[in-house]
């Protein structure tokens, strides 16, 4: 059985794994592995090695770093097949999917390159006569991310590329149901020459993450997941003074206008809805059919799901996989009986899929769910699976009430043949992320990722500047290297004002 540990200063760490958890294949169902589950001295021993390597780290050039960014992404690119396969074997996900996962990692690796750029200040001469200001923005120190189940590699590359290309060093917490891609990660990030100590792995739960969210020497906390932890974390490591930005779930509605191309909508809806089998925080998990289109989506939608095809990640053939575990797809499964006694009717009932694969794999096909309405528990819970509903209102006011109203807030997407309606709806619409004919609006690396009200907590979103600003702090610098010697003449505030003395002496 493979055993799956930590990676602390820079090598495998074999700890005393009193507790451990088991891996599995979701595509057959056995277990394919078993991870070591952290204790408290397990992340001491991590942030102790992450501690000691920050102030050569935060010393070393800009170009330095730079190079071994350049050289991860290197790295990053010839593996990029064996973190696919590590991605589909733990995951489940089709092999496509976790090649554009690894691609959307790679772009953060690629924004951190220029981070020579990024980290440039501001400089005014003269502010006050021979006074000059100029501000710089400093790593944090020992800075940590704890990630979830659905993008073992993407989501951790939203974090760590730029937290130490800005000079920190990272501990990483990954999620326990698939481990194993964290630790090639790490093995390509010493092997373009980051020095051991600066990207740390602990395997494990809640007894990591708490730790992590007490440690004392930790200063700053990135974490993705569900909304409830993700509240937790927040409140956590706040109390805790460290700074902190915790991505929750969603609910991300698809509204499609009856001037839409139907057809473009329906194909978009089947592949943002179950594309990853629903596993994304950016799926399309509510279609909001405004004004009467509801009925030929449906039967568009049908016609689509009725080729798709389900089956292993590994299969070239498969667009769908299994989900992640048999608890979350029995869990995922009884959305459609909560659904139907609640009044919604199923219009897709993927709970018998024809699978070519192991039967024992967790598997669930794509279902919708039609005739939802906002006070039912499929439509008010994150269901996280392959399972669509599909909400009527007759207008884009109504349509976007009702997004307005949801407690989450991550993505939103129209389709709609009219500019002026897909104007209103970027202003209006509340959530952080939106997409114009677009299903899946997840912004490129050097813009920034994330949501709005329960699914995100803190003020600075992931990757592209707000990762930049998230793990530096700023300084501002007020300096005089003339008149050095003269005498301050006043106890006044010290002020550039004409009349007044500055600090500086000068006028
Ligand atoms: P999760 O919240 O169960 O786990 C996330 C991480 O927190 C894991 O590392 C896990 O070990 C840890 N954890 C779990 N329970 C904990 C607890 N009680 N106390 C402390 N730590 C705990 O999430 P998941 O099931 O791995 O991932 C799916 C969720 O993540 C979905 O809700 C999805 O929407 C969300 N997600 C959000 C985004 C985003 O960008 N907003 C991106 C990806 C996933």
Redesign the pocket.
Known sequence: MKRITHWIDGKPFIGDAERHGKVFNPSTGAQSGEVDFASVAEVDAAVAAAKAAFPAWRATSLAKRTATLFALRELVVAHAGELGDLIVSEHGKVKSDAAGEVARGLDVVEFACGIAQLLKGEFSENASTGVNVHSLRQPLGVVAG??????PVM?PMWMFPLAIATGNTFVL?????DPSASILLAELVAEAGVPNGVFNVVQ???VA??RILTHPDIAAVS????????R??YETAAREGKRVQA????KNHMVVLPDADLADAAEAAVSAGFGSAG???MAASVLVAVGGCGDELVERIKARVARLTVGPGTDAASEMGPLVTSEHRDKVASYLGIGEGEGASVAIDGREPKIAGDPNGFWLGPCLIDNVTEDMKVYTD?I?GPVLSLVRVDTLDDALGLIDRNGYG?GAAIFTGDGGAAQRFETEVDAGMVGINVAIPVPVAYFS?G?WNS??FGDLHVYGPDGVRFYTRGKAVTSRWQNIGQHHSSLNFPSSAPSGQSAAGGK
Do not use: M, Q, W
């Open positions: 704890i990630t979830p189940f659905n993008f989501v917490k990954p999620s326990e149901k494990g739960d809640r993450v708490d974490f993705v997941g569900s909304t409830a932890v993700a937790y974390i991505l929750g779930g969603a596993e994304r925080c994150e996280f991550n990722f949501g699914s995100l």
